[in-house]
Each structure stands twice: as C-alpha cells, then as structure tokens.
C-alpha cells in the first residue's frame, strides 16, 4: 500500500542525514546546495535574505509563512527560486559539470519501486510513461491518491531510471503552492511556484499547457 505523509518524506531526509553522520540542514548545505550552486536556498533564511523571502497567502488571504512542525526541515522546509530549482532540474537531467557521485546520487532517486495505476514511484519522484495527456497526470496529482492509501505493485528489484518519461513533484503549506516537472530526453523542465495553495489539477494542467506549447503540440 502507498500512503502520502510528511513524516515519511521527514524520514528519509533524517536517515539520509544520519548515514552521513550530520544533522539534515548542515548534509543538504554541503552535499547538495553548494555542489549545484543554489545560492538563494536555504531551509533557514538569513537575515539579509528576509527582504526578498515572499509571503504567502493562506485561504483567509492572511499573509503566512512556513510553520514549522514535525521534521518540518527533512519534509517541506526549504525556501528556494524557481531559478534554483530549475538549476536542481537541470542536475536531475545530467545538464551540469557534477562530481560522479552526486550525480550517481541524483539519478538514484529515480529508480522506480512501486508501480501505482500509470504512475510509478522512485523516491519521492513520481513518473509517467511519454506521451502522457491531462486527466492522466491529473488522476496521479490528485487528492484522492494523496490522502487515501492505494494498493501499489512492487518492482524487484527496482527498475533503472528512463528518460522518455514526465518526472513530477507537487508540493504545498498552507500558503504556498508548488510543481516541478521535467522530461530527461528532450532536456525540458518546468517551475511553479506561488504564494498561494492553489489545486493541484490547476498547476498540472498549466505546466502541460507549457510543455505543449514549447514542443509544438497544440
């Protein structure tokens, strides 16, 4: 079965943290933010950042930030730029001069473990056979496969990453809304992120409308 919870995501980010005998923020610092050069990331602010870090707008249109809670910094603590992010897009694409072993790293992430309907699951990364149309990305993003646990199929071992497939991630506080997609082979990515938790359908649906348009598929 396939159930979606911060603690679990918390988890993996606290034991990849403890192999390296580190705490989680000081491991993605140095392993993962400086290597790739995400200079405007960060999981705590500083101070002469806090000018440039955006409100975001709960459903009250309060103005809010990240809360922190429960493994808040393993599961969805980090405050970036849709520059950076699309510079982490890159690196998951093979784009940037990396070290063998980070990028090794990377592409592990993408091995695929279960097989959910049309979906599959690597480590966090869910991913979808190209050509993939709307209601099918649509029906992998959606509440229901969120909230509810799923029956999933097992791949064992687990299957080696492939290029020709839509690579997804949404993600969400009660202020901010995010989608990052990419496509290795055709070295296409796309960056979402907005002050408000706007649905998931919604983000998935502009993002393909991108993809479409750039790669001459009206």
């Not at 034991?15 to 200079?39: E, N, R, V, Y």
């Not at 730029?81 to 890159?90: E, I, R, V």
């Not at 359908?201 to 009206?218: D, F, P, T």
């Amino acid at each position: 079965m396939r159930t979606y919870a911060n603690p679990s995501i918390g988890a993996l980010g606290w034991i990849t943290a403890k192999s390296l005998g580190q705490d989680f923020c000081t491991a993605m610092t140095q392993a993962i933010f400086q290597p790739l050069g995400l200079t405007n990331t960060y999981l705590s602010v500083p101070a002469q950042k806090m000018s440039s870090y955006a409100w975001g707008y709960n459903k009250d249109k309060k103005p809010v930030r990240v809360n922190p809670g429960m493994l808040d910094s393993e599961a969805y603590g980090i405050k970036t730029t849709a520059s950076d992010l699309s510079t982490f897009l890159k690196a998951n694409m093979g784009m940037l001069p990396l070290d063998s072993m980070l990028q090794a790293a990377l592409n592990n992430t993408r091995k695929r473990y279960f097989s959910v309907g049309q979906m599959t699951q690597g480590l966090i990364w869910e991913e979808y056979a190209m050509p993939v149309d709307l209601p099918t990305l649509q029906e992998g993003n959606a509440p229901k496969l969120i909230l509810n646990p799923t029956p999933v199929s097992a791949k064992v071992p687990a299957a080696t990453p492939e290029s020709n497939v839509w690579v997804n991630k949404t993600g969400a506080t009660n202020g901010f809304g995010a989608y990052v997609a990419f496509v290795p082979e055709e070295r296409f990515g796309v960056v979402l992120l907005a002050n408000k938790n706007y649905p998931n359908a919604e983000r998935v649906e502009i993002a393909l409308k991108i993809y479409s348009n750039l790669a001459g598929r009206q």
